[in-house]
């Protein structure tokens, strides 16, 4: 099972008071990376099926489309009309987990705005493998062994299916759907689910209060010389 | 339930090595006393055998407003594994009853905080660069571009991960308290076993250096990929050794193979806010912006003149960074 989420498409510059209606949305480069995991994983002919899922308003749909004609053969879209809190979409995922029962959920480390997955697999018991650059999967051991980034280098973890495994960056390089897949992907089902109908309570625990703009930096100087930069950073800054 | 009184107390997920705290989770300590005046912060070790003890008597003196030490010495904990940690967190918070749950946003707290939010059945509040009180913070969002103030509201305890760079540790004298805070071993009879042992710990690798951690030096020096080649690379590291500074790369430079994976600054990287950044060859890129925009004073070297890192430089240098370095490394004085 694959989540993606639509969020603004990170080459957008974003201006204070963010106003995300007319904005490019895209699929979070995490999750396209987790897409192309599961495409791998299907290729590689370790998995049956590949459910894609995403939680939110409408248009969220869009999303899901791509993970049809990337790789997905169902789609599962929760309807919710406003934001929901981290521990709200784990709970949502945690009943879709138990209502599909995959052998792997695959999602990003991190979207532009938050970095909860890890939530998902407490609730679920779940072993997990975050921030994860290799995947390989085992069937008959039913294990995956995964390297993951951390901030001492690589860490190599082994873990019992079903688990979960959160994507960094360099797991691998996410390619594009084809016209015929995405022609494809139209006629893919998608069953629609509203949190009540999964027996999710929505709960509010966080409330934005408000979005601003960083201070700006002030502004520096071009320097002609090294001798010049020495010299600044010893007498100016005072860093050396 | 939530509390309404302004008395707080706070649990510090802590992270040690060899015998010593690392210094992301002092951050957290400080980061604990702006959540009340009235807090009393208890820092969670966990581990196995006597480098952990070691720890914990460092722990007791390590900050004035630690007033206890709690201690989980088994072999679950020989390894930061989420699984076990969640459930730790999870036991001391039912037996603790804290308001509020902290860890550094490195990759132990963002692995392990919000499952342990999941058990606890809260939304965390993750990579907080400012406290504005016991339940507003705010947090970067956009790689940094907006900030975004966000209040919690829901029940005790309130999670959070905290930025080490937002949360500097001042240099701290001989404590007052000459035998530090109590230490205490926490009892492990009732952890819960379900879902521990499903993760088994493998190998780390990481590359031996002598050089400062990446996310607590004074100096940083960064290569991006105009460096062209691993071996190349070579040159930041002498510069780094000259100013005894740490090394850093822009994901391009990572994903060239350079440099291992632990050197990438950047918004899935490191974060870093040191007194001297300065990057060669790096374009500047928002999502590495997002990693080092904070620092004191940034210096940029790059031979194209539109790069937007010299947007956020304070001295720039337009020119080739195969010329600038060496000649670097000529004028620079020893470090002190």
Not at chain 1, 59 to 80: K, P, S
Not at chain 1, 162 to 181: E, K
Request: hydrophobic share 40%; aromatic share 4%; glycine share 6%.
């Amino acid at each position: 099972m694959v989540a993606v989420k639509r969020v603004v498409d990170y080459a957008v510059k974003i201006r204070s008071g963010v106003e995300t209606q007319n904005l490019k949305m895209s699929m979070n480069p995490f999750c396209e990376i987790a897409v192309e995991e599961a495409l791998k994983i299907k290729e590689a002919g370790l998995a049956q099926e590949v459910v894609a899922v995403t939680i939110g308003p409408a248009n969220c749909v869009d999303t899901l489309r791509t993970g049809l004609a990337m790789v997905a053969d169902r789609g599962i879209h929760v309807e919710a009309a406003r934001e929901l809190v981290p521990l709200t979409v784990a709970k949502v995922l945690k009943r879709l987990v138990k209502v599909e029962n995959p052998g792997l959920l695959i999602l990003g480390k991190q979207a532009i705005d938050d970095d909860c997955n890890q939530m998902i697999a407490g609730l679920l018991g779940w072993p997990q493998g975050s921030f994860a650059s290799k995947v390989v999967l085992e069937k008959e051991k039913q294990v995956a062994t995964v390297d993951r980034e951390v901030d001492g280098g690589l860490e190599t973890l082994c873990l019992d299916l079903p688990a979960m495994i959160t994507t960094d960056l360099r797991l691998n390089q996410p390619s594009y759907a084809t016209l015929p897949n995405i022609m494809k992907a139209k006629s893919k089902p998608i069953k629609k689910y509203t949190p009540e109908e999964l027996n999710v309570e929505i709960k509010y625990d966080l409330e934005v209060v408000q979005v601003t703009e960083p201070p700006k930096r002030k502004a520096g100087v071009i320097l002609s010389s090294i001798d010049e930069l020495i010299d600044k950073l010893k007498s100016e800054a005072h860093v050396i | 339930m939530l509390l309404n009184s302004n008395k707080a107390s706070t649990l510090v997920l802590a992270e040690h090595e060899g015998g010593s705290i690392k210094a992301q989770s002092l951050s957290a300590v400080v980061a604990a006393n702006s959540i009340s005046q009235d807090n009393s912060v208890s820092m969670l070790l966990a581990g196995s055998g006597s480098s952990l003890q070691q720890a914990a008597k460092r722990a007791a003196t390590c900050h004035p407003s630690v007033s206890q030490v709690l201690v989980a010495d088994s072999d679950k904990f020989e390894y930061p594994l989420a699984e076990p940690w969640a459930k730790l967190v999870q036991l001391v918070q039912q037996k603790g009853g804290y308001t509020h749950v902290i860890a550094t946003s490195g990759s132990f707290g963002k692995n392990i905080l919000p499952r342990a939010a999941a058990l606890l059945d809260v939304s965390p509040v993750t990579d907080v660069v400012e406290i504005n009180g016991a339940h507003q913070f705010v947090r970067p969002i956009y790689a940094g571009n907006a900030l975004c103030t966000v209040r919690y509201t829901g029940s005790s305890p309130c999670m959070l991960t905290v930025r080490s760079t937002s949360f500097p540790v001042p240099p701290i004298s001989a404590n007052a308290k000459s035998d530090g805070a109590p230490i205490s071993q926490v009892d492990l009879s009732t952890l819960d076993e379900d879902s521990i042992g499903k993760s088994r710990y493998i190998k780390l690798s990481s590359e031996d250096t002598e050089r400062p951690d990446l996310g607590s030096a004074r100096i940083v020096v960064t290569g991006g990929r105009a460096l062209k080649s691993a071996e190349n690379f070579k040159m930041i590291e002498k510069l780094a050794e000259k100013l005894g500074a740490a090394v850093g790369a822009t994901r391009a430079a990572v994903d060239a193979g350079f440099v291992p994976n632990e050197l990438q600054v950047g918004q899935t990287g490191k974060i870093v806010a040191p007194e001297l950044y300065m990057a060669f060859g790096v374009s500047g890129a928002i999502q590495h912006l997002a990693g080092m925009k904070d620092s004191k004073v940034i210096v940029a070297v790059n031979k194209d003149a539109d790069a937007p890192i010299f947007q956020v430089a304070d001295y720039g240098l337009v020119g080739d960074l195969f010329e600038v370095i060496p000649e670097l490394l000529e004028k620079l004085p020893e470090k002190k």
